[in-house]
């Protein structure tokens, strides 16, 4: 519905522009979904039930932090580019995850207390 800078859609970008899978989540539209149901439809990677929930996102905030900041933005960087690349693709993907990469950093200027 709302176009990135590559002129598609997120929905669109992540079902690889599958007219017939985008046709049925438009089906969904204005319905309100469970947890079931959006991981049925492929709207959500995880949905743990209340059992595992401490545990999953424990482990997933656990793995996120266990990252290099150099490889952090690099997966930034490819997350930035989904889809058909264009030139605002190149430039807006790649400008981002630099300066996440300059200004995150512990060592950068940004992040040094005086």
């Given at each position: 519905?709302?176009?990135?800078v590559?002129?598609?859609?997120?929905?669109?970008?992540?079902?690889?522009?599958?007219?017939k899978?985008l046709?049925?989540?438009?089906?969904?539209c204005g319905?309100?979904?469970g947890?079931e149901?959006?991981?049925?439809?492929g709207?959500?990677?995880v949905?743990?039930?209340?059992?595992?929930?401490?545990?999953?996102?424990?482990i997933a905030?656990?793995?996120?932090?266990?990252?290099?900041?150099?490889?952090?933005?690099?997966?930034?960087s490819?997350?930035?580019?989904?889809?058909?690349e264009?030139?605002?693709?190149?430039?807006?993907?790649?400008?981002?995850a630099?300066?996440?990469?300059?200004?995150?950093?512990?060592?950068?200027t940004?992040?040094?207390?005086?």
């Amino acid at each position: 519905m709302l176009p990135m800078v590559n002129g598609a859609g997120r929905l669109a970008v992540r079902f690889h522009d599958d007219a017939k899978k985008l046709d049925e989540l438009k089906k969904l539209c204005g319905q309100q979904l469970g947890a079931e149901s959006a991981l049925d439809s492929g709207l959500v990677t995880v949905a743990p039930d209340d059992l595992d929930w401490e545990d999953e996102i424990r482990i997933a905030i656990e793995e996120r932090v266990s990252l290099s900041p150099d490889a952090l933005t690099g997966m930034e960087s490819e997350f930035a580019v989904c889809g058909n690349e264009n030139l605002l693709t190149k430039i807006f993907g790649r400008l981002s995850a630099w300066q996440n990469w300059v200004f995150v950093r512990p060592n950068a200027t940004a992040n040094r207390v005086h």
